[in-house]
């Protein structure tokens, strides 16, 4: 089946524009996430959702970063006023709960990524 | 705040030879994740390790948890070159969260 699927897979901008990345998680999954990797870390936690609702932005690095997801599906990441240093991979995820109810875990799949450029 | 430390950061092995990459975590936590990433490519997921004293396995690869130590291990058996990439793991911040924290990651190079 489709996996997570993450629109444009490059996105080149100016200083002090504004951006929106896309996320299409795999059909059913319920939680979605955002991560910010930059080269050579790991993934960083920016946001996750929880169907419509965003259950925990504690990630989000200033108020420059907003992200919504109005349908339980979709999810689009914004970013206002960019600066050089919002410049790396942009990764989604998406999970579903697997496992009995005491001893749940969410598996999450990852998209290819969207690589955000600000000069 | 939940750190989450790998080692080693970089690796070079040849093909056939065994090693192991550890990752430590700083707060309890009952579940870590180990994914790999190719160069340039996006995660995939390769371990969930659920509780302490659990072990899995995949092929030449071989993952345990020690929750009391806040110690995991990914062994490597029989390197071959295309388990070459960067190694991954991550931590729940918190039990009933998702709010994940990854490790630096391992980057391992197989040569032949």
């Known amino acids: 089946g489709a996996g997570v699927s993450q629109t444009p897979s490059n996105k080149v901008t100016e200083k002090g524009k504004y951006v929106e990345l896309r996320c299409d998680p795999i059909?059913?999954?319920?939680?979605l996430y955002w991560y910010r990797q930059s080269l050579g870390q790991g993934p960083e936690f920016l946001i996750y959702?929880?169907?419509?609702?965003?259950?925990?932005d504690s990630g989000l690095p200033n108020d420059r970063f907003f992200a919504v997801r109005p349908e339980g599906s979709v999810s689009t990441l914004k970013i206002q006023r960019t600066e050089r240093g919002d410049s790396a991979m942009y990764l989604c995820?998406?999970?579903?709960?697997?496992?009995?109810?005491?001893?749940?875990?969410?598996?999450?799949?990852f998209g290819p990524g969207t690589r955000l450029t600000v000069l | 705040e939940l750190k989450v430390e790998q080692n080693p950061l970089f690796l070079s092995m040849q093909e056939g030879k065994n090693y192991t990459i550890y990752c430590n975590y700083s707060?309890?936590?009952?579940?870590l994740y180990w994914y790999r990433q190719d160069p340039g490519k996006s995660l995939e997921s390769l371990f969930v390790?659920?509780?302490?004293?659990a072990v899995k396995q995949e092929g030449r690869l071989m993952a345990s948890l020690d929750t009391k130590a806040r110690l995991s291990t990914l062994h490597i058996t029989a390197a071959v070159h295309d388990l070459s990439a960067t190694y991954f793991c991550?931590?729940?911040?918190?039990?009933?969260?998702?709010?994940?924290?990854f490790g630096p990651g391992t980057r391992l190079s197989v040569l032949p």
């Open positions: 995820a998406s999970s579903s709960q697997r496992g009995r109810t005491l001893i749940s875990y969410n598996e999450q799949f």
């Open positions: 059909s059913g999954h319920t939680a």
């Open positions: 959702f929880q169907g419509t609702g965003a259950a925990d």
């Open positions: 707060t309890t936590s009952d579940r």
């Open positions: 390790l659920l509780s302490n004293g």
């Open positions: 991550a931590v729940v911040r918190d039990n009933y969260g998702q709010n994940f924290v």
